[in-house]
């Protein structure tokens, strides 16, 4: 079994910012990479970043240069440092983990249960 647990979201101020947390635990034997989804009401969930065990990171446009993501890989931890939040920011975000349970076991994508970020006056 294997969880992941987010945190740090929460209500903040257009030009505000905001750190997330995703720590996964359980059985894991190879965590492979782990990253951030987000989903607003009525749109498709999309990509916000993510980082590989080896360090390599990408983002969505619409978040380069306001976000940052890190990992711990001693934890199984990945951080998601958001600045200069615009209300399109708005969205539950999910976290995620690419990882093997076992050394020949198969590769699987696990997802945590998300956290609320509201960007708002």
């Known amino acids: 079994q294997v969880q992941l647990v987010e945190s740090g979201g929460g209500l903040v101020q257009p030009g505000g910012s905001l750190r997330l947390s995703c720590a996964a635990s359980g059985s894991i034997f190879r965590l492979n990479a782990m990253g951030w989804y987000r989903q607003a009401p009525g749109k498709e969930r999309e990509l916000v970043a993510h980082i590989t065990s080896g360090g390599s990171t990408n983002y969505a446009d619409s978040v380069k240069g306001r976000c940052t993501i890190s990992s711990d890989n001693a934890k199984n931890t990945v951080f998601l440092q958001m600045n200069s939040l615009k209300p399109e920011d708005t969205a539950r975000y999910y976290c995620?983990?690419?990882?093997?349970?076992?050394?020949?076991?198969?590769?699987?994508?696990?997802w945590g249960q998300g956290t609320q970020v509201t960007v708002s006056s």
């Open positions: 995620y983990a690419d990882l093997s349970r076992d050394r020949f076991g198969p590769r699987n994508v696990h």
